[in-house]
Every structure is written in structure tokens, then in C-alpha cells.
């Protein structure tokens, strides 16, 4: 993470999903580092969305770019929400504003039991396979490579991630007010097309972007794609400083 700044600069902050570290970016941010300083936040030592966020501000330069993905859409969208003075432009990929459900709630306290109880074995190659398109699911180097993320991540970070429940968002996103890119996949099972829809709808003014051949994992699945639709809007969006 860049130390903070008094300087307006071109910064951009990455927020990762759930058991995803700094690799989940690795193949987007080529496209980006031209323009844009690029940091990545810390979402791996606190167990709810508020409390990443706080961190998260904390350690951000005074004006930035959040770009979050899945959970980190959830944070980066708690950061515009918590110091909109800010945050320059918002970037939500794979993500939405629904909460946890009773049963979700009651399913992960479970599953934390079961993991704290136990040597840790990593994530579920089934599960990662769910997160991408058809297509890729036999594709044994991304599904090694979203593996590893998670062994690195370990069992304390698996705990603390599971314990951040998400509530609902719904109401509170017309009071985000900097420019905003939702971005979505055609074929996510994970967060469908009916959670994307109504949070773009709810931001005012957000751009709204499909994926087309693409499941959950959109910085791995079509990493050059999205780096185009970031540089194309940000570069409308948001004004080149310095």
C-alpha cells in the first residue's frame, strides 16, 4: 500500500475478494500502471466489512480510485459511502448491495466451527470451479492459481473473512455521489445478473458493463477486457492529475 499523500495523484486502490490476494490483479494491472499508482489494500486482518474498510481509509492516499471486486466491492462501496470527500471514482466488479441471509448467516457460523476445529486443507476446488464461466472449468492452471491464493490467505484469514456478514446496502446507495462503473459477468453464478442490475440501478448515474463468456472471476477469466473498460472510463470519468 502507498504511504498516504498529501499530493492529488493518480492513486488506485485494489480491493480483492473473498480468499483472493494481490495475484487476483496481477494480469489487469499492466494495462493500468501506465496512468495510475496502484495500491492494494489490506482486507485480511479484520472480520467485518466496516472494520476493512476503516483499515483500508486508514492506510489510502487522501484522493483515490476504489476498485473493488466481489467482497472488496463491498468495501470499496463502505469507503464512498464512509469519506465520499475522497474517493474519485468507484469501480464495483462482480459485486452488489444484498445482505446476508438468516440462513447464510447461520451456515458460515457453522462452517467457522468446523474450520477452527480442524488442520486447515484450503478452499474447495469444486466451489472455485462454481466461480468461473463453463468454459474455464477445466482449466487446471486458474483453478491451481485461485488454490493458491487461498493457501497463502490461511486459516486465520478464511475465519476472519467468513465472519464478515454483509448487510443490506440497498438504501444507502443514492448517497454515493462520485462517478461509478459497475461491472458485471453474463454468466456469474455467484452474484447473477439480478443483484448487478439493481446495484447499478441504485448509484446514480453509474455506468453499467456486461461481460460477455465470463463466470464470477472477471480479473482472471477476462483480465484484459476488464482493464479496457476501466482505462476507457476512468479516462472519461476522472481527469488525469499530474
Not at 499508482?37 to 486482518?45: E, I, N, P, V, Y
Not at 484522493?63 to 474519485?88: C, I, K, N, Y
Not at 468507484?90 to 474450520?115: Q, Y
Amino acid at each position: 500500500m502507498p504511504e498516504r499523500s498529501d499530493r492529488q495523484g493518480n492513486d488506485m486502490i485494489l480491493l480483492p475478494g473473498f480468499m483472493c490476494d494481490a495475484d487476483l490483479w496481477a494480469d489487469v494491472e499492466p494495462a493500468l500502471a501506465a496512468r495510475w499508482r496502484l495500491g492494494h489494500a489490506d482486507m485480511f486482518q479484520d472480520s467485518s466489512i466496516e472494520a476493512m474498510a476503516a483499515r483500508a481509509l486508514a492506510a489510502a492516499p487522501d484522493r483515490f480510485v476504489a476498485v473493488g471486486f466481489s467482497m472488496g466491492g463491498f468495501v470499496a462501496r463502505e469507503m464512498a459511502l464512509t469519506a465520499p470527500d475522497r474517493l474519485r471514482a468507484l469501480v464495483l466488479i462482480a459485486t452488489s448491495a444484498m445482505g446476508s441471509s438468516p440462513t447464510r448467516i447461520e451456515r458460515n457460523r457453522a462452517r467457522r466451527e468446523r474450520i477452527a476445529a480442524q488442520p486447515f486443507r484450503g478452499l474447495s476446488r469444486s466451489d472455485l470451479r462454481r466461480a468461473l464461466h463453463p468454459s474455464r472449468r477445466d482449466d487446471e492452471a486458474l483453478v491451481e492459481r485461485m488454490l493458491a491464493m487461498g493457501e497463502r490467505l490461511g486459516k486465520e484469514v478464511l475465519l476472519r473473512q467468513l465472519a464478515a456478514e454483509r448487510v443490506d446496502g440497498h438504501g444507502r446507495l443514492p448517497e454515493i455521489r462520485c462517478p461509478t462503473l459497475v461491472v458485471a459477468a453474463d454468466s456469474d453464478e455467484l452474484r447473477p445478473r439480478v443483484e448487478t442490475d439493481r446495484l447499478a440501478a441504485g448509484i446514480p448515474g453509474a455506468r453499467y458493463e456486461i461481460v460477455a463468456d465470463c463466470g464470477h472471476m472477471i480479473p482472471l477469466e477476462r483480465p484484459e477486457t476488464l482493464a479496457a473498460l476501466l482505462d476507457g472510463w476512468l479516462d472519461q470519468a476522472v481527469p488525469a492529475t499530474g
